[in-house]
Every structure is written in structure tokens, then in C-alpha cells.
């Protein structure tokens, strides 16, 4: 085996064992052409990239928790302070399982998330009844992480991406919006922004927004180099927030070294994935099918 290859065996053999808990039997997801979005979907392009998803998963998590009723389903109902890794890992599980795995897993995916929700409620601190499947909450949660989602993937992974494909790519994640109970859903760029921009007057910043918003920032996992890569994630995650929500999190805006460091952070591991769009998978791994383009590792 040549070193380049050894490395990149490494590599991906490390980013496996960050996303999945061995211990507990979990495994990577597979990447089928029966998935719930076919291979040449915008959606596998996007959701590909393990940095640009990690970026856009913490900028779509801090924006998400400005929402009382979204910070208050993890204060009450998850165990944030003692599992965030595992928070994160689970949100990159079921990403991958939804976009690659069979439908019927994907969509098992999806049921057993909606069961959860359908059991989960509370009160506000100001006495305000909330309810975790509330279509509307679950609108503000979905249209925040697909915009982050393809915010991170156009600054560090494609900045290019033409606006038909940025639509292309929010229409095709409305499937799991409303599979997931959400309502209303976006089906394109200007009314994903204008969903936005409509709930911006009942977000909130308080001690307990800054104490979640702290956890998230200061995840560190593995040895050096992924304290070192987290340390990049995390700050260009902050940094992609609209500059109303990074102020409303008292967050600074990322340095153009950071910016610099995220970007060859996206282009080293796109270099371990062989660098085409469809193989830049992170927390999947690679199955074959008839009659279609390798897509090894």
C-alpha cells in the first residue's frame, strides 16, 4: 500500500470511529442507490462533505437554541452537559442514514425520531407551554440546519453552487421537513430566508442559551490533530451565523486565518475521499450497486 493510501485508510478509519459508538453496535450507514434521494441528488452532494456538514451542524445548532421553545426541549429532555459529542453524533446519524441508507431505513429513521418528539413537552420559564412536535417549531429546527447546512458547503466546499442548485438542494430536504412533521416547509431559497426572518422576533439570548452555546463551543474529542480540527469547526461554525445571531450569542466573527484553516481542513479530507463530490462521505461508508459508477472508497 502506498503511504498516501495508508494515510487516507487512517483517516477515514478515525472519522468512522468518531461518528459511530462501536461499543453500542452502531456501524457507518451504507450508501445505496435505493436510498430515500437518489446519487445524483443535490442532497448527496451537499451532505457528503463530513467538515462543510460539521461546520454547518454548529452554526445550525446555535442558531436553532436562540428559539426558547428548541432550548428548552434540550435543557429538559437530553442530557447536553454530559453527551454533546453525542448529540452531534446522533444528528450526523441520522444525515446519513436519511440521505444514503436504504428508504426503509431512512424512513425508520425518521418514525422513530417522530415517536420521540410526539412524547416530549414542557413550560417555558416565563409558564409558556411548549411541545417538541409542534409544526412550527419543528419548521424553525429543519429550515435553520439545511440553510446552515448549505451556507458552510458554499463558503468552504463549492462557492460556485449556482442558485438553481441551492434551491434544488432545499427542495429535495423538504421531504424530510414534512416527513418529520414540520410545517410550513421551504422549498427554495428566498422563502427558507423569509421563514427566518419571520421567527427572528421571538428569539431570545439568555444564561441559558450561553451555557448550551459554551458546551457546543468548547467540544474537544480524540487526541491533537481532532482538538485542532474541532477547535476550526466550531470557530467557522460561529462565524457562518447571520451577524444578528452571532451578536445575540456575543460570538466573534472568525479570523481570516480560521477561515483559511477551515478551507483546507474541507479540501484535505475531500483529498482522503478522492476529492469527488460523491465520495467525500463522512459518517457512510461505501456500498456498490450494478450499472453505476464506483463509488468506492
Known sequence: MRPSEFVKVRVRRRINELFNDYERGERPALRRADALFPPE???????????????????????????????????????????????????????????????????????????????????????????????????????????????????????????????????????????????????????????????????????????????VMRQRIGGQAERASASLVMAAGADLLPRWAREMHGLPAASPATRAGARALARGLAWVYDGSPNRRVWPAEVTHWPETPDLGR
Open 41 to 215: 441528488s443535490v442532497a448527496w452532494r451537499v451532505n457528503g462533505d463530513i467538515v462543510t456538514m460539521m461546520i454547518g451542524g454548529v452554526s445550525g445548532l446555535l442558531l436553532q437554541m436562540l428559539h426558547p421553545a428548541v432550548l428548552a426541549g434540550v435543557w429538559d429532555h437530553s442530557d447536553f452537559r454530559a453527551d454533546m459529542h453525542g448529540r452531534l453524533r446522533r444528528t450526523a446519524k441520522f444525515i446519513a442514514v436519511t440521505t444514503y441508507d436504504h428508504a426503509h431505513n431512512g424512513q425508520a429513521a425518521i418514525d422513530r425520531v417522530r415517536r420521540i418528539h410526539d412524547k416530549l413537552g414542557g413550560t417555558l420559564p416565563d409558564g409558556t407551554p411548549y411541545r417538541v412536535s409542534d409544526p412550527r417549531l419543528l419548521a424553525w429546527v429543519h429550515v435553520t440546519e439545511i440553510t446552515s447546512f448549505l451556507d458552510a458547503w458554499v463558503r468552504y466546499g463549492d462557492p460556485a453552487m449556482s442558485r438553481t442548485d441551492q434551491d434544488a438542494y432545499i427542495a429535495e430536504m423538504a421531504r424530510i421537513g414534512r416527513a418529520l412533521g414540520a410545517d410550513p416547509v421551504p422549498t427554495d431559497r428566498l422563502s427558507a430566508d423569509a421563514l427566518i426572518h419571520s421567527m427572528r422576533g421571538e428569539l431570545r439570548a439568555d444564561a441559558r442559551t450561553r451555557e448550551v452555546a459554551d458546551l
